[in-house]
């Protein structure tokens, strides 16, 4: 299946990357980037950690996600297609968007959900945790 | 899906950005340039340092040694920041207040004695306590008129309040 999302580039509903080689090198941190701005920036505010705490734990969140948090594929600019997840830890919703270029994994983005995210398991994670996170 | 090696993420060479259609991702000085990381916006970075960063929407894919320099780097101006925050309500306040002694200002915001002293040495405060130090600083009237709504001042700085209200 192979449609246009509301931005404009397609959007796929089965996963584009084997999340067990993903996982892989998440667990390899010299076989991967963490973006500063749409994942290890937010998460460190969401946190109150470092930079370096907020890269690890971004990692880890890749390391357990499960094929049922499996929300959609995306392409981005770069052509390269993306796997978007969505999950609970430690009481907060995150949205994961993860990859592999050439260059080896990418997270692309882990922070809060803009809006509430339905999975493939059916199960939706709120954009507002009902435990009261921080933003 | 195809079959790859998984190898680490080689040495930086320029690439087009995936976060935006136009950008292209090169090693970048970020000296001179502001970041927003944890609870401080617009931290300006003064020391040299270079990452892989978009020259057009400035993301920034950091591997881990690149996130552990970044890392310590920021963690650091974060707490030069703060401890300039300290030392410029001390400095306020001295000249602004000499009459009001610092563990007064230490009961007014519920901190422990000597712990402003502390702030500017060894410890590093929370984002709350740096709002209300740099609103005291720069507009005392109405911080403190908006911390006494909450709860009692103590009295030298409470009639220095009531002084600051009549003028």
């Known amino acids: 299946m192979h449609r246009p999302s509301r931005r404009g580039s397609a959007t796929r509903s089965t996963p584009q990357h084997l999340l067990t080689r993903l996982q892989r090198q998440a667990a390899t941190p010299e076989c991967a980037e963490v973006a500063y701005e749409r994942a290890g920036s937010p998460t460190a505010a969401r946190l109150n950690v470092s930079l370096g705490e907020a890269d690890t734990y971004v990692l880890a969140t890749v390391v357990q996600l499960t094929p049922s948090m499996y929300w959609r594929s995306v392409q981005l600019p770069d052509q390269q297609w993306y796997d978007e997840y969505a999950c609970y830890r430690d009481g907060f919703g995150w949205y994961v968007k993860v990859g592999e270029t050439d260059d080896g994994l990418l997270v692309v983005s882990h922070h809060g959900p803009a809006h509430s995210i339905t999975r493939i398991d059916g199960k939706t994670v709120e954009s507002v945790e009902p435990s009261g996170g921080r933003p | ?167």
């Not at chain 2, 259609?21 to 617009?42: F, Q, S, V």
């Not at chain 2, 507009?139 to 700085?157: D, G, K, M, Q, V």
Request: net charge positive; aromatic share 6%; glycine share 4%.
């Open chain 2, 1 to 167: 899906m195809t079959k790859k090696t998984i190898r680490p993420v080689p040495a930086v060479h320029a690439r087009r950005c995936f976060a935006c259609a136009h950008g292209t991702i090169r090693l970048t000085n970020l000296r001179g340039l502001t970041l927003n990381y944890r609870d401080e916006p617009d931290l300006l970075v003064t020391r040299d340092i270079e990452v892989p960063r978009c020259d057009t929407c400035g993301e920034m894919p950091l591997k881990g040694s690149d996130t552990k320099r970044l890392s310590v780097l920021l963690e650091e101006l974060r707490t030069d920041r703060k401890r300039a925050t300290v030392t410029k309500f001390i400095a306020f306040a001295e000249s602004t207040f000499p009459d009001v002694p610092r563990y007064e200002w230490e009961q007014a915001f519920g901190l422990s004695k000597g712990y402003l002293s502390r702030l500017v040495t060894t410890r590093v405060m929370d984002t709350p306590l740096e709002i209300l130090l740099s609103g005291i600083t720069a507009s005392p009237r109405e911080a403190l008129h908006l911390l006494s709504i909450t709860r009692a001042l103590p009295p030298t700085l409470s009639s220095k309040l009531s002084d600051i209200a009549r003028r």
